[in-house]
């Protein structure tokens, strides 16, 4: 359950439709794995991070506004040994924090969050079969690594009120797999999350949007994801563990046939009135797609006075008002859920339903239940229903002489793309 802060944060928000109730954070600029679909990296690299003492000024900074939930993103996160005390940072401030991670976070790290009371954490998966996710982070391994960070979460997090969440990105890859993916998130009592893919032409610069071709889907397509929208709902209705509101799932379908979202209020987002986004270097930014040419810092003690005098608005103007709008998760459900009150309804009875338990499983158990969820889904894991060529890289994929070249392939296409990492300057 949400702090006080972050109620009356909501309730502000509900009433004045200005309150930034949700900020995401990239606190680093690294990450260990290379992800077809997301270009964060590349874009906040070599910007540097804040120190401990820097952190507890933007948490400041961001209680004095009035924020409420704080998401502790990356690069990944966990990459920061003191990812605990910069979790610490917020929660002294009464803010709620939320923690991500693909997968690497120790067990030692996850109880040290958990001591200072952070308990609402989010891993990412997207596949319930390691080669195709090994694939799309173009690293060997890390399926088995994010299923091993599941168990040791289950094991950290399964005593008392901890909301653990996995985080899926739905593509033209894994859109038949959805519901076993959710499944599998039900029946370890977590909740699933999907955000649809964000793939931008090459000649646009996007700081999160990747440009890999792959992920979208064909015209063809747009039947089938109709019927899988109905289907989540249908099995969210029967208490299926999805996060996402159906007036999502339907826009995020609109959003991939026509690349325009339904969900702004007038066409235009709500950043940074709702929510907004802070750079590894603590600059303000609109969100995860754009970096300002002057922008506000959350470090300044000024920044305060600058949100409530219009400052930070005016930075952010020119950005919101040309934008043609994207659909990542929280954006969307946080101004869904503050102008349209059927969906604040289902947000809330999500929130106030008395939700099962995280169970603590081993990750062989975890593994016993993906093949067992797996064979429930013939249609999905027993035949071939991608484009050819996505069949034939997932096949090189899994022999390293082949993947050798796969992965030459794409380091020279994200160089043409410019998606260059920069040495971080910590
Ligand atoms: S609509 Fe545009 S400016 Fe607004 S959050 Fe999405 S990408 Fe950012």
């Not at 101004?335 to 062989?364: N, Q």
Request: proline share 4%; with cysteine; net charge neutral.
């Amino acid at each position: 359950m949400f702090s006080w802060r972050t109620k009356w944060s909501i309730l502000r928000a509900l009433l004045t439709k200005s309150s930034p109730y949700y900020v995401q954070f990239y606190i680093n600029g690294v990450c260990n794995l290379k992800c077809k679909q997301c270009n964060i990296v590349e874009t906040n690299s070599g910007i540097g991070e804040l120190s401990i003492p820097q952190m507890r000024m933007v948490a400041e900074n961001i209680r004095k506004i009035g924020g409420g939930i704080v998401l502790l993103t990356g690069g990944e996160p966990f990459l920061r040994r003191d990812v605990d005390q910069v979790a610490k940072a917020f929660l002294d401030e009464g803010l709620d924090v939320r923690l991500q991670t693909a997968g690497i976070a120790t067990l030692d790290q996850l109880q040290r969050c958990h001591d200072v009371g952070a308990k609402d954490i989010n891993i990412s998966l997207d596949s319930l079969e390691s080669n195709k996710q090994d694939f799309i982070n173009s690293v060997p391994g890390s399926w088995h690594k994010a299923i091993g960070a599941i168990s040791r979460v289950g094991q950290v997090f399964s005593q008392g009120s901890a909301i653990c969440s996995l985080g899926c990105v739905l593509s033209r890859f894994n859109y038949k797999e959805i519901p076993a993916i959710l499944e599998f998130a039900t029946e370890i009592g977590w909740d699933l999350s999907l955000v649809p893919v964000h793939i931008a032409d090459s000649a646009e610069e996007m700081g999160f949007r990747s440009y890999d071709r792959d992920f979208i889907f064909a015209k063809s397509d747009m039947e089938d994801l109709e019927r899988l929208v109905e289907t989540l709902i249908d099995m969210k209705r029967q208490g299926y563990q999805l996060f996402d509101s159906e007036r999502f799932l339907w826009s995020s379908v609109e959003f991939l046939r026509t690349g325009t979202p339904t969900w702004r209020h007038n066409g235009v987002c709500d950043s940074p009135n709702l929510y907004f986004a802070i750079r590894p270097n603590g600059d303000f930014s609109t969100c995860c797609d754009y970096t300002l040419d002057h922008p506000p810092s959350l470090l300044d003690p000024e920044f305060p006075r600058m949100y409530r005098d219009g400052t930070v608005k005016s930075a952010a103007k020119s950005t919101v008002e040309s934008c043609a709008g994207c659909h990542y998760g929280s954006y969307p459900e946080v101004t869904i859920s503050v102008r349209d009150r059927k969906a604040f309804l289902e947000r809330a009875r999500t929130s106030l339903s008395r939700r099962p338990a995280v169970k603590s499983l081993t990750e062989e158990s975890l593994l016993a239940l993906v093949g067992a969820i797996k064979d429930r889904y013939p249609e999905v894991y027993s035949t071939t229903w991608l484009p050819e060529r996505a069949e034939q890289k997932l096949e090189m994929w899994k022999e390293p002489g082949q993947r050798r070249l796969l992965t030459i392939e794409d380091n020279a296409t994200r160089k043409e793309e410019g998606r260059i990492r920069r040495r971080s300057l910590r």
